[in-house]
């Protein structure tokens, strides 16, 4: 669902939900969806997971709803989004620290894999979550790479700006680690613009914060200004980005 409701000729419902899912507005989009379908189903499981990832709460909301979406499916596509969402779901379980759940979100993904061949609506979504897990749990940045590579040019074939938006940054943030200063800029500069174009107010408060810390100052204090204003104005979301705001102290090391 990375790209539902963006563009301007979906139906009104879409429309509806991508502004109140672009607004921290998770469960009031995810209410909006009919629960008679396997695609609508799926959709509201993916609001309230990612819900999860942003607030670090929601959890049971999230299953019930997860579990509704796989009783639901019945093609290939429809168990093996199901299982991405699921892998999704545990996977930010981990990342948050509330349960370890690092197994089970290979073996979703993994089964995941199995059902969305490549090329197929839904692999790059998938190249891109399985890039996560190599990134951020397996610690495997070659890995990391190749899957986010992967997931961006589906994305691109796909014509979905927001993934794009998404692999522009993980790729950028690969790019820093390695002290590739221009490459990380420029990735953090194109996944800011996608993000500002779309309207994702929600994800573009991590943008600025990136970019900021691949600018001089004062435009990086700039960055980190804006990116608070935005934090603010979503009442303190995304939880985890506080500890970024503000500029690292003198000598400190960064991540």
Same mark, same amino acid.
């Given at each position: 669902?990375?790209?539902?409701?963006?563009?301007?000729?979906?139906?009104?419902?879409?429309?509806?939900?991508?502004?109140? #899912?672009?607004?921290?507005?998770?469960?009031?989009?995810?209410?909006?969806?009919?629960?008679?379908?396997?695609?609508?189903?799926?959709?509201?499981?993916?609001?309230?997971?990612?819900?999860?990832?942003?607030?670090?709460?929601?959890?049971?909301?999230?299953?019930?709803?997860?579990?509704?979406?796989?009783?639901?499916?019945?093609?290939?596509?429809?168990?093996?989004?199901?299982?991405?969402? #699921?892998?999704?779901?545990?996977?930010?379980?981990?990342?948050?620290?509330? #349960?370890?759940?690092?197994?089970?979100?290979?073996?979703?993904?993994?089964?995941?894999?199995?059902?969305?061949?490549?090329?197929?609506?839904?692999?790059?979504?998938?190249?891109?979550?399985?890039?996560?897990?190599?990134?951020?749990?397996?610690?495997?940045?070659?890995?990391?790479?190749?899957?986010?590579?992967?997931?961006?040019?589906?994305?691109?074939?796909?014509?979905?700006?927001?993934?794009?938006?998404?692999?522009?940054?993980?790729?950028?943030?690969?790019?820093?680690?390695?002290?590739?200063?221009?490459?990380?800029?420029?990735?953090?500069?194109?996944?800011? #613009?996608?993000?500002?174009?779309?309207?994702?107010?929600?994800?573009?408060?991590?943008?600025?914060?990136?970019?900021?810390?691949?600018?001089?100052?004062?435009?990086?204090?700039?960055?980190?200004?804006?990116?608070?204003?935005?934090?603010?104005?979503?009442?303190?979301?995304?939880?985890?980005?506080?500890?970024?705001?503000?500029?690292?102290?003198?000598?400190?090391?960064?991540?």
């Amino acid at each position: 669902m990375s790209g539902d409701g963006t563009t301007a000729d979906d139906d009104p419902l879409q429309t509806a939900v991508w502004r109140l #899912r672009s607004r921290a507005c998770w469960a009031d989009a995810a209410a909006l969806l009919p629960t008679d379908t396997p695609r609508a189903t799926l959709q509201r499981a993916a609001l309230l997971v990612e819900r999860c990832l942003y607030t670090e709460r929601g959890w049971e909301a999230a299953e019930d709803a997860l579990r509704t979406a796989e009783a639901r499916a019945h093609s290939d596509e429809e168990r093996g989004a199901a299982a991405c969402e #699921r892998g999704r779901l545990a996977y930010t379980s981990t990342l948050h620290r509330v #349960r370890d759940r690092a197994d089970e979100a290979r073996a979703a993904l993994g089964r995941a894999a199995a059902l969305i061949p490549p090329g197929a609506p839904g692999r790059a979504l998938l190249d891109f979550r399985r890039g996560l897990l190599a990134e951020n749990l397996t610690h495997s940045p070659q890995a990391a790479r190749a899957a986010y590579r992967r997931a961006h040019a589906g994305a691109t074939a796909q014509s979905d700006p927001l993934l794009l938006s998404c692999t522009w940054r993980h790729l950028a943030q690969l790019a820093l680690r390695e002290g590739e200063l221009a490459e990380a800029r420029h990735g953090f500069a194109e996944s800011l #613009r996608l993000r500002e174009d779309l309207g994702y107010l929600i994800g573009t408060a991590p943008a600025l914060v990136s970019l900021a810390e691949t600018e001089p100052e004062p435009e990086a204090t700039r960055l980190r200004e804006e990116a608070g204003r935005l934090f603010r104005l979503l009442g303190g979301l995304p939880t985890w980005l506080a500890e970024h705001l503000s500029p690292p102290a003198p000598g400190a090391a960064t991540a």
